[in-house]
Structure formats: C-alpha cells, structure tokens
C-alpha cells in the first residue's frame, strides 16, 4: 500500500524544501508530491521549471514573489479553498525562511486551509552541523539591511549574545560585513563563513576572525553565503 504522505490532498498547502545546490539532495517524499500536486507556486518560474524538467516534471507554475505577494497569495488560496493541491518552493532551500513563502502560509492559517512542511535542505542548517560553532541555541536574523549603519548597529547591539548568531549575506557585501565583524567584535571572536554550499566550490571558513577575514578577501566571493558568529567567549 502506498504511503498516504505521498499522495497530495484536496485543498491542501505543501511547503517543500528544494535543494540548495545539489539536485541530489532532494527528498523521496519531495519529489513525488512535486509530481503529484495539481500546481506549484515558486519565486522564479524560469529555476523551477528548469529543476523540474531535470526531474522530469511538468507542472503548472505561478510565480509568487516579493513583487506579486498579494495578488498571487489571493490566487493561490483560491485554489486551495476550491480543492486543488498547491507546492510552495523557493529557489533554492526550505520555503518561509527569508523568502516571500512565509506570507502564503500565513494567509492560509489565516482562512484555516491545511499547510503541511516537506523539509529538506537549508543553508542555514546545513552551515550549523558543518562549522563547529556552538549550537545549543542560535539567532537566526537573514539577510541584514543594506546600510553599513543598520549592520553595524545590529553587531553592537549582539556583541554579547550568548548563542551562535546565523545570517545571511549577498556576494556584494560579504567583504565589507568581514571587516565589520573584525573592527567591532575583534580579531579573536570565532567565526564561519560558509561559501557555495553542496556546491562545487563549497567553501567553510572557520576560525579567527582575522584569519577569515584575510582568508576571504584572497579567495572568491561569488555565490551564496551563511555567516556565523560564536560567543564571545567561545574558543575552538
């Protein structure tokens, strides 16, 4: 008999996690219902249909964005209040964490229509269990504001956090938020800056934030990074 969380329900809302870098990461359970739901909203129609026709799939696709949020979310439940199954993914990792796909769940809790989590990958776990960095708590805080102002007053104000603080930073700024961390919490407070994860280039710096920060600025700062930031009295 099949399993009966393989097999999408009416109505229903599913948050599925999608590989951060390598295809092979994607779940069973994922790629099944992928196949199986009657749509899948996604951030970008172009990197979801492209992972889909690599799978072998085809689906009907609604973009759903930073963009069209409202528009599409009233759309989306729609669909799930006439019956239909619904895939929510982003472009890469687990939906709801720093994308738009937070507001559709939200708007579904809100009419009380079903959601159910497909997990999977996330850089932000995946960069946890590979650094070495205390994990007994953490701070999740995404991406920070653009401004250098914003940043550097969000380190101030958790110099002194006693939990693992994880983030999010673009390939723009990743330098700049290096040299940040090394003026205002020093040349000694550990951290990990994670490059590229399950990607060819998968890259972890880990140690000193000096040594990182020199580390970093010699290598390559293209792609997707996670940035981690130890205790202030945390030593490797």
């Known amino acids: 008999m099949e399993n009966a969380s393989l097999t999408p329900l009416p109505g229903h809302l599913y948050v599925v996690a999608t590989p951060i870098g390598n295809l092979a990461d994607l779940t069973e359970r994922a790629r099944t219902l992928l196949g199986r739901v009657d ?11 492209s992972m889909l026709t690599r799978l072998g799939l085809h689906r009907e696709l609604i973009p759903y964005h ?15 209040a006439s019956g239909r199954s619904v895939a929510v993914v982003s472009d ?6 720093s994308d738009p796909g937070f507001r559709i769940v ?28 205390p ?19 969000f380190l101030t104000k958790y110099q002194d956090f006693e939990y693992t603080l994880a983030l999010y ?8 938020f290096s040299e940040e961390i090394l003026e205002l919490l020093g040349p000694g407070r550990v951290v990990c800056i994670a490059r590229e994860i399950t990607k060819l280039h998968e890259t972890f710096l880990v140690g000193a934030a000096a040594d990182v920060c020199a580390r970093l600025a010699k ?17 490797l």
């Open 135 to 153: 994990t007994n708590g953490f701070l999740y805080a995404g991406f920070l504001p653009p401004k250098t102002s914003a940043r550097r007053a």
């Open 92 to 97: 890469a990792g687990t939906p709801a964490i």
């Open 219 to 235: 290598g390559s700062v293209k792609g997707e990074f996670v940035v981690l930031i130890a205790p202030a009295d945390f030593t």
């Open 39 to 49: 749509c899948i909203a996604c951030e970008d129609t172009r990197t979801t249909g």
């Open 106 to 133: 939200r708007a579904c809790r809100r009419q009380g229509l079903p959601v159910v989590p497909v997990p999977g990958p996330s850089a932000l776990i995946s960069a946890l269990c590979a650094a070495g960095l």
């Open 66 to 80: 930073d963009h069209n949020e409202t528009g599409a979310s009233e759309r989306i439940t729609a669909l799930l």
């Open 169 to 176: 930073e673009s390939c723009h700024r990743i330098v700049a």
